[in-house]
């Protein structure tokens, strides 16, 4: 009932910068957490950050300074700037939102996840 479509990963060089997206359609009522994780080969899936509807945020401290998380909440879209990127920062990037539904059911989705590839 609730979709996440990501986008803007891709291939950077160490020290570059990414943006990602993740929109979500459906029969939305609201939105609480909007969270970005990562999970490289091998390892577990890990938060980096999320940003709540207060529009207070929580960021790994991996990540701390060098990504930012944002909220569009008239596109129910979540951003993550990343800056700085390092070699270990190489992951597929997750999207995931909870709130309500129309209905008022409780949701959690995730979105499909977007490759980043941080490389020389």
């Known amino acids: 009932q609730v979709q996440l479509v990501e986008s803007g990963g891709g291939l950077v060089q160490p020290g570059g910068s990414l943006r990602l997206s993740c929109a979500a359609s459906?029969?939305?009522?609201?939105?609480?957490?909007m969270s970005w994780y990562r999970q490289a080969p091998g390892k577990q899936r890990e938060l980096v950050a999320s940003i709540f509807s207060t529009g207070s945020t929580n960021v790994a401290d991996a990540v701390k300074g060098r990504f930012t998380i944002s909220r569009d909440n008239t596109k129910n879209t979540v951003y993550l700037q990343m800056d700085s990127l390092k070699p270990e920062d190489t992951a597929v990037y997750y999207c995931?939102?909870?709130?309500?539904?129309?209905?008022?059911?409780?949701?959690?989705?995730w979105g499909q996840g977007t490759q980043v590839t941080v490389s020389s």
């Open positions: 459906g029969s939305i009522f609201s939105i609480n957490t």
């Open positions: 995931n939102f909870n709130g309500r539904l129309l209905s008022l059911a409780r949701f959690e989705t």
